[in-house]
């Protein structure tokens, strides 16, 4: 599993683990954050592209991302691709939390941000993809608190 981090270029799951822990350990004492998110764009017919995000946010002091670009089939269910994006997000917080576990950090605060949000088609399936995370140990955030799919992801989509 490669990411790609803008200040390192390509790197494996490990080295942005890694990465992310020098990063938070620079900091002692601040408060840190977590955050996963995954948005996808549709090409008509020749697939969907999907980005998750990992950011690690020095609350009031900024952070640093890396991200994942997956291209899978064209999916025709824009529900289908919101409960994906929500599973991409989970699958690398799962993956992270472990690791986190681990290595002696897991009170690092955790959270999957969603693509999701009280207006527009996707309002329709907050409360499911909010439970999926919720139901899976970790906090949601939904538009317009969701920066992390809806603007760190979203950039990588295109």
């Known amino acids: 599993m490669t990411f790609i981090s803008p200040t390192h270029g390509e790197l494996p799951f490990r080295a942005v683990f890694d990465d992310l822990i020098h990063y938070v350990n620079q900091r002692p004492g601040e408060k840190h954050k977590l955050i996963i998110g995954t948005d996808s764009h549709a090409y008509h017919k020749e697939g969907v592209v999907f980005v998750t995000a990992i950011i690690v946010h020095c609350v009031g002091k900024g952070g640093r991302f890396y ?26 917080a799962s993956r992270f939390t472990e690791k986190l576990a681990q290595n002696g950090y897991q009170d690092l605060n955790v959270e999957i941000h969603l693509d999701v949000g009280e207006k527009g088609e996707t309002r ?16 949601a955030r939904i538009k317009p608190e969701s920066y992390g799919a809806t603007k760190v992801a979203d950039k990588y989509t295109h």
């Open 67 to 92: 991200y994942r670009k997956q291209k899978t089939r064209y999916m025709e269910s824009f529900r289908q691709r919101i409960y994906y994006e929500t599973f991409l997000s989970l699958e690398i």
């Open 124 to 139: 329709d399936i907050i409360k499911e993809v909010v439970g999926m995370v919720i139901g899976s140990g970790y906090d």
